[in-house]
């Protein structure tokens, strides 16, 4: 069983920067794709970036393009999100996911994943 815990969440101005954290437990993590999904209140939730298992490969969502970065180090079993020039509507739950079944592709559909953290909140104000 894979555990997953996000951290690093929290307050920030638009403009700002955080940077998240997923630690992973349980498994085999370099064997994993990784991926950073968000949710917002009354909406879906959605791909914001992936990595594949080696971290050469990223995946961004269009609205992050240029302003986050996904990354990765497997002797930490760990994967992170750099965000910067946080806008409102960055604001969501963000989630920290893994796959074990695809291991050729970074997927950005939520049935791409078969394990998820609990989500850390980012807030940005405007």
């Known amino acids: 069983q894979v555990q997953l815990v996000e951290s690093g969440g929290g307050l920030v101005q638009t403009g700002g920067s955080l940077r998240l954290s997923c630690a992973a437990s349980g498994g085999t993590f370099s064997t994993y794709v990784m991926a950073w999904f968000r949710q917002a209140p009354g909406s879906e939730r959605e791909f914001v970036a992936g990595i594949s298992r080696s971290g050469i490969n990223t995946a961004y969502a269009d609205s992050v393009k240029g302003r986050f970065t996904i990354s990765r180090v497997n002797a930490k079993n760990a994967v992170y999100l750099q965000m910067n020039s946080l806008k409102p509507e960055d604001t969501a739950a963000y989630y920290c996911?893994?796959?074990?079944?695809?291991?050729?592709?970074?997927?950005?559909?939520?049935?791409?994943?078969?394990?998820w953290g609990q989500g850390t909140q980012v807030t940005v104000s405007s």
């Open positions: 996911a893994a796959d074990r079944l695809h291991p050729m592709m970074v997927a950005r559909t939520i049935d791409g994943y078969d394990y």
